[in-house]
Antibody, heavy 125, light 107 residues
């Protein structure tokens, strides 16, 4: 059973860079896309971006200029960096598997499942 | 970007009642790549339904999904106490987007 465990700094000052890492345990890492998703307090969910084991990425256009997602296949981990944070970036950040499965001979779209436990990141001066 | 609009915003029902949640897309969702999630306070979202109508592993059969194109529905046939939560729809046919959520609360 695949499990995701994430970690990173929970308190940042404006203009700093958010950095989170997600480790994948108990299943295949290659062949899937892996995503970051965030949820401001009391609000809905926003997809940030995705990466596969080869390092191919796609980002939400609204965040693209500030986001970098990277992968470390030797550790089955992927990471998120979000630069120049403001209070508007305060949210619970989740990692998740999806939205694409290329583990067989062809690729197909998938929902997000499973998810990490979430990390609350607060931006405050 | 495909915008998903969920209705109603809040649904007040009693245990044992039927819940019907709606999700409308601004354009057609390809291949019914539409999912539903349940989220409880302090928890990550939990996948309930994918492909518009397929239940995820371990999801009780009181949860069902239907729809295609731009109109989708999540139905909970008889609400159990643990079903009171927020529900999100999500499309994954193109750049992923989520609806704003429907809160199912105890009446």
């Amino acid at each position: 059973q695949v499990q995701l465990q994430q970690w990173g700094a929970g308190l940042l000052k404006p203009s700093e860079t958010l950095s989170l890492t997600c480790a994948v345990y108990g299943g295949s890492f290659s062949g899937y896309y892996w995503s970051w998703i965030r949820q401001p307090p009391g609000k809905g969910l926003e997809w940030i971006g995705e990466i596969n084991h080869s390092g191919s990425t796609n980002y939400n256009p609204s965040l693209k200029s500030r986001v970098t997602i990277s992968v470390d296949t030797s550790k089955n981990q992927f990471s998120l960096k979000l630069s120049s944070v403001t209070a508007a970036d305060t949210a619970v950040y989740y990692c998740a598997r999806g939205p694409e499965d290329c583990s067989s001979t062809s690729c197909y779209q998938t929902p997000f499942d499973p998810w990490g436990q979430g990390t609350l990141v607060t931006v405050s001066s | 970007e495909i915008v998903l609009t969920q209705s109603p915003g809040t649904l007040s029902l009693s245990p044992g009642e039927r819940a019907t949640l709606s999700c409308r897309a601004s354009q057609s969702v390809s291949s019914s790549y539409l999912a539903w999630y349940q989220q409880k306070p302090g928890q990550a979202p939990r996948l309930l339904i994918y492909g518009a109508s397929s239940r995820a592993t371990g999801i009780p059969d009181r949860f069902s999904g239907s729809g295609s194109g731009t109109d989708f529905t999540l139905t909970i046939s008889r609400l159990e106490p643990e079903d009171f939560a927020v529900y999100y729809c999500q499309q994954y046919g193109s750049s992923p987007t989520f609806g704003q959520g429907t809160k199912v609360e105890i009446k």
